[in-house]
């Protein structure tokens, strides 16, 4: 009879140690402490969503961001069906949400079956009204992760602008 | 064709489901007043809670904080506020005896006619309008205030609701959201973020208002000398709640108390003055500052949602009518918004 206890409280501890080790890769929650990293997990919507199937739309409202626990995603331009990137386990999208609730800028579709954590706008507002420590650190996490992606924008755009330039002098 | 079948059978069905639950709804009129009672407290209380919180205190602990500091409250107020109540019903009862009332309005009624005979004002009858007013008031009271059964159940259960919405409500949140479809469930979600501003913030600021300015209505009052300054300035504040209908309630009420009072009009036009000073004093200080302006209505269209949410709900309707016809204002622009997305995608 224990034997079974214990199987079914490894399987759970499995399951947690493995959000906790995803969730400790994403920018926004990395150094947080375990008491803090569970108040998150608590305030996360798990989804599952079949193959093909639209996580959101582009245009549509967006509330906040998406983690990948398991399967694949595509992120899609809806006008040319341009696939911008494919994310994977671990990977997340839809950050900017966070802070503003301006249209999607391109449609998320799930490729495979999916398993994705969400974090969004009114659970950060709230989580920053009654845990300002935990909010602020989130927050803060939150600037640094879009400054790095400023960066690479703005590195991806020199080198852009660096070829151009190099077509500009050859022909 | 065909494959347009299933989803309209679907959405159907969810009308079907919507229409039976609003029914049942419908048939338990009373469980849902206590539920709506409940989650407006839960509402007016949830900032309280957050705080606490963010001093390090549990949610439960903050929940059982609060409870407890309630309990304090009342208990102060019932020694300290219950006599001076009392007394004020006594001396109400008192100074409405069918004698002194009686010579208060015939007073009343002679310095009208006396007055305004030039407009063809000759028989009031204010004592008859008076009483038949009175007997409909009494009817009303002994219909819905005196049900001592219901009081007695409404005062354990509605606490007892408050308590575990404050304390389970994200809980009952996630719940919610977690059955709702993929497609609509971060449009569900904004919805509820949408609503939870647009009501959390009004009742709130309503709240707050509603004691400021029952607070000055009682100081206004006992300056200009009304005997009944604290029953009428509850009074007021409690009708306050209720958008422009309120302070014209509250108004009225001091005026006629204040005519039976002195058997003229000396006093009701200080009394007038007085709630005319706390309006303007409400609309261009206190409103501004507590009320939030989540609500972006324009005046006509508040009047009416209140008379039609009064004519349905009664007194709650009324006071929600507001708040809840902002959200649905929401609702129908997302709704509009997602469907035209739709359309286009």
């Keep these: 009879m224990s034997a079974l206890w214990q199987n079914i409280f490894r399987l759970r501890q499995n399951k947690t140690d493995e959000i906790d080790d995803i969730l400790l890769k994403i920018p926004i929650f990395q150094d947080l402490r375990p008491r803090d990293l569970n108040i998150i997990k608590r305030i996360l919507h798990t989804r599952e969503y079949k193959s093909n199937e639209n996580i959101f739309n582009e245009g549509d409202v967006g509330l906040g961001m998406y983690i990948i626990v398991k399967g694949k995603v595509r992120i899609v331009y809806s006008t040319d069906c341009q696939v911008l990137a494919e994310l994977g386990e671990g990977d997340f999208f839809g950050e900017l949400s966070l802070l503003d609730e301006s249209p999607r800028s391109a449609a998320a579709i799930a490729s495979s079956q999916c398993v994705l954590m ?4 009114p659970e950060l507002l709230d989580l920053l009204e009654r845990n300002p420590k935990l909010g602020n650190k989130l927050l803060f996490k939150l600037a640094w992760t879009i400054g790095e992606r400023l960066k690479s924008t703005n590195e991806q755009l020199k080198t852009l602008g660096g070829s151009v330039r190099q077509d500009e002098i050859n022909s | 064709m065909k494959d347009k079948t299933p989803s309209l059978v679907r959405m159907i069905l969810f009308f079907l489901a919507a229409a039976c639950a609003v029914a049942f709804l419908f048939l338990i009129p009373e469980v849902v007043k206590l539920v709506v009672i409940a989650a407006l407290l839960s509402y007016i209380l949830d900032p309280l809670a957050n705080l606490l919180e963010s001093r390090g205190m549990s949610r439960t602990k903050a929940t059982v904080t609060i409870f407890l500091a309630f309990v304090t409250l009342l208990a102060v107020a019932y020694i300290f506020l219950l006599p001076l109540f009392l007394e004020e019903m006594k001396s109400l009862e008192k100074g409405l005896s069918p004698e002194q009332a009686g010579v208060a309005i015939a007073r009343l009624e002679s310095t009208l006619v006396e007055n305004l005979s030039f407009v063809g004002v000759k028989n009031l009858d204010l004592a008859g309008r008076l009483q038949s007013m009175m007997s409909h ?11 001592a059964a219901s009081l007695l ?44 501003v647009q009501v959390g913030n009004f009742l709130r600021g309503q709240f707050i208002d509603a004691i400021i300015v029952g607070l000055l209505a009682m100081f206004a009052l006992w300056i200009v000398g009304i005997k009944y300054f604290f029953l009428i300035g509850l009074f007021t504040g409690l009708a306050n709640l209720i958008p422009y209908f309120g302070p014209l309630a509250g108004a009225g009420l001091a005026v006629v108390l204040s ?17 005319t000073l706390i309006k303007l004093f409400d609309d261009a200080f206190i409103q501004p500052l507590v009320v939030a302006r989540s609500v972006d209505m324009n005046p006509l269209s508040v009047l009416l949602v209140i008379l039609i949410g009064g004519k349905l709900f009664g007194i709650l309707g009324m006071l929600l009518s507001v708040p809840i016809a902002g959200f649905i204002k929401v609702v129908i622009h997302e709704t509009l918004a997602h469907y035209q997305r739709y359309r286009t995608v």
Excluded at chain 2, 137 to 147: A, F, I, P, Q, R
Aim: glycine share 6%; with cysteine; charged share 15%.
């Design chain 2, 153 to 196: 159940t409404s005062m354990i259960l509605i606490p007892f609701i408050v308590f575990f919405l404050m304390k389970d409500g994200r809980e009952f949140k996630r719940s919610f959201v977690s059955i709702v479809p993929n497609r609509y469930f971060e449009v569900a979600l904004y919805l509820l973020y949408k609503l939870n």
């Design chain 2, 259 to 275: 005519i039976l009072q002195t058997g003229g009009f000396e006093m009701a036009v200080y009394v007038m003055l007085a709630f």
């Design chain 1, 118 to 121: 969400c974090f969004f706008k």
């Design chain 2, 137 to 147: 008031t009494g009817e009303w009271l002994l219909s819905h205030v005196v049900d």
